[in-house]
Nanobody, 128 residues
Framework: QVRLVESGGGLVQAGGSLRLSCAAS????????IGWFRQAPGKEREFVIG????????YYADSVKGRFTISRDNAKNTVYLQMNILKPEDTAVYSC?????????????????????WGQGTQVTVSS
């Protein structure tokens, strides 16, 4: 059983930056790909960004390319989401999720149904 805890959310002005963290416990962290998803009020949860178990591959939603980056430190069991040039439309609850590393590639990491463990989420609010 893997437990994921997000932190780093908050209120920021448009154009600003935030860094979210996803800390894992209870499993072998390198056995899992990690994805970040977000859900805005009245909208479905959507894929934002993902990273393979080794950190060697990353995947981005078109809406965040050039603004968001993801990295992981397997020694610290933590994944980081650096969000720059934030826009009001980035406002949402951001959740990290863990997916078995038996999966690979863009399709798998973007498919929320293939994730087994989810954090509780952290609110990100971008004011205009």
């Amino acid at each position: 059983q893997v437990r994921l805890v997000e932190s780093g959310g908050g209120l920021v002005q448009a154009g600003g930056s935030l860094r979210l963290s996803c800390a894992a416990s209870g499993g072998t962290f390198s056995n899992y790909n990690i994805g970040w998803f977000r859900q805005a009020p009245g909208k479905e949860r959507e894929f934002v960004i993902g990273i393979s178990w080794s950190g060697g591959s990353t995947y981005y939603a078109d809406s965040v390319k050039g603004r968001f980056t993801i990295s992981r430190d397997n020694a610290k069991n933590t994944v980081y989401l650096q969000m720059n040039i934030l826009k009001p439309e980035d406002t949402a609850v951001y959740s990290c999720a863990a997916q078995s590393n038996q999966y690979s590639g863009s399709y798998a990491l973007k498919e929320r149904k293939l994730y087994s463990y989810w954090g509780q989420g952290t609110q990100v609010t971008v004011s205009s």
